[in-house]
């Protein structure tokens, strides 16, 4: 049966709570990133009833088609059909027993900023200035920002030691805010603007050259270097609570 598209901001997080309720019934570790890309889309609904946004429909459409590549991504994987090798990678990573929390939202952030985001924007700009969206798109940014201090309180929910540990070493919480914010301003904005420039017919090249590079940083997650992977595996034995009970800490 052909499933119903996806129109607005409301439909996306039913199926984001979807997404959230089959990891915790399955267990399955790729309701991390959903619970947090849950928080992102209700501040952007919040945003957009508060007119933050410089245009609140053209936003709406950015958020729907933005995140309908991660619900198509998730469901391609579950079904075993293709998908880009950016979310191949990260939905993988979710079958792994070492991977932190913290990973597995970085390698979904590494997925849907660095090339769902640009796409998005490139697509909701078809015919139009892209440039235009450069305000919104900085604000999106703004939110996904905010919420680093936000996941930081809720990974010290699921393990208590992870305070103690960015406090004496710093490493982590650098390590989360220089790899999610900087190349999601950067990278993904690039990446919008040569893609919203280039010709109807060689887009689809273009995206699958982006894909290759995205997949290829999942390296700085899964293997982030000898200190920081003793710092994983510490924290890792740390963790409290089943995956279900990390799933509902961080959507809550």
Not at 86 to 104: D, E, G, K, N, R
Not at 113 to 140: M, P, Q, T
Request: glycine letters at 6%; aromatic letters at 10%.
């Amino acid at each position: 049966m052909k499933e119903s598209p996806i129109d607005t901001i409301d439909q996306v997080i039913i199926s984001l709570d979807q997404i959230i309720q089959e990891s915790i019934e399955n267990e399955s570790c790729a309701g991390y990133f959903a619970a947090l890309y849950r928080k992102v889309t209700l501040k952007v609904k919040e945003g957009i009833e508060q007119d933050y946004f410089d245009n609140g429909p053209r936003m709406e459409h950015l958020d729907v088609v933005f995140a309908t590549r991660y619900i198509h991504a998730y469901k391609a994987y579950k079904h075993g059909e293709p998908l880009t090798r950016s979310w191949q990678v990260a939905f993988a990573l979710s079958t792994h027993y070492w991977p932190i929390v913290l990973q597995h939202l970085l390698i979904g952030m590494n997925a849907h900023i660095n090339l769902d985001l640009g796409i998005a924007a490139a697509e909701i700009s078809e015919g139009k200035n892209v440039n235009d969206l450069h305000g919104d798109f900085d604000k999106i940014n703004e939110i996904l920002s905010s919420l680093v201090h936000e996941v930081d309180r809720d990974l010290a929910e699921i393990w208590p030691t992870f305070r103690i540990i960015v406090k004496a070493l710093g490493k982590v919480d650098d390590y989360l805010v220089d790899f999610s914010m900087k190349l999601a301003r950067d990278g993904a904005w690039k990446f919008a603007k040569h893609l919203a420039d280039t010709p109807l017919s060689l887009k689809p090249e273009m995206i699958i050259a982006r894909d290759q590079k995205v997949s290829k940083k999942a390296s700085l997650i899964t293997s982030p270097g000898f200190l920081i992977t003793i710092i994983f595996r510490w924290i890792r034995l740390g963790e409290r609570g089943s995956i279900a009970k990390k799933i509902e800490d961080l959507k809550n």
